[in-house]
């Protein structure tokens, strides 16, 4: 069996179930959580219980602030966002955050068939990058803009509280008002350079995102992009800043994480999942980026 078949993929009514168990949440989540959500985070984030490990939901996850902070942990990089910006969590991306922000804003889940009919674009990870793994998760607004965001999501609010998704022409169409002005706003991971090495980068981190159990050598992305593991090591390195080799580990110790938390597989086990044999190099890689080994980190997940 795979290692994405003993990940477990929370849609919001499982999510919501482990990390905020309450009665509330029946008024929050209603029964089509599996294709959109929305609330106001506040209410939302004060039944959590806990922080929440590493792990993966099935739809994208929007936060939108007006007040206040939050902090996320987004693939291997932590996120900040402050009043008037916003923040995605991609389907099947690996996040996590700690509990005790103390914020105010809106946050939503959907499905990308949320985007798709009547009004929608047949694909929308290729029209808004900010829902891929690859893109800038994180999208700030001036004044204008934000006051415009903050009336959709007003609107999706009221529309959704009152009549669940039973009109969800209105639901699309303001989606994709809202995410048209998103792109308006949104600025690339990767703004200089040249189009073509962007471009490797990109889909060079999408590889690793999909083949990350099998694949860890910089010479086999290298081969599935076409070009030579130098040239794959000098265009991600410049584009982004980080490795081709140090982007692998990175997925790689994303992986485990959400196994060391979602699952009682020995830590053998864990290291085989992620596609390695050799325990003890599994360990030392781990402790290398997590300061601690396997074992540790999920004495500390269950400590919390």
Known sequence: MSGLGKIKLYDAKSFTKKFMPSDKLKDIVRVEEHKFFITRIEEMYQLVTHHV???????????????????????????KIKKDEMLFVPAGQ????????????????LHNDMLIGKFGKTDPLKEFEFLRVWGNPMVSFDAGTSEFIHH?????LLEYVQNGL????????????????VKNAYQPLASTGKASSVSIAN???????????????????????????????KTVKAVTSKSPTKWIDEAIIAEAKVLLCQSDLPIGE???????EDQSYFTRLFKKYEGVTPSDFRKMIEIS
């Open 53 to 79: 490990p590493a792990s993966r939901s099935t739809i994208h996850s929007v936060l939108y602030l007006t007040e206040g902070e939050a902090e996320m942990k987004i693939g291997s990089e932590v996120y």
């Open 270 to 276: 864990v290291a085989q999942e992620v596609g390695f």
């Open 166 to 181: 039973s009109n969800q022409d209105i639901f699309q169409s303001y989606l994709l008002a809202m995410f048209c002005e």
């Open 94 to 109: 690996v996040f996590s955050f700690q509990t005790g922000d103390v914020n105010k804003g809106y946050i939503c889940g």
């Open 203 to 233: 889909k060079f981190k999408e590889l690793v995102f999909s083949n990350i159990k099998n694949k860890h050598l910089v010479s086999d992305y290298a081969f599935l992009l076409n070009i030579s593991p130098n040239h794959l090591n």
């Open 152 to 156: 959709i999501l007003k609107r999706l």
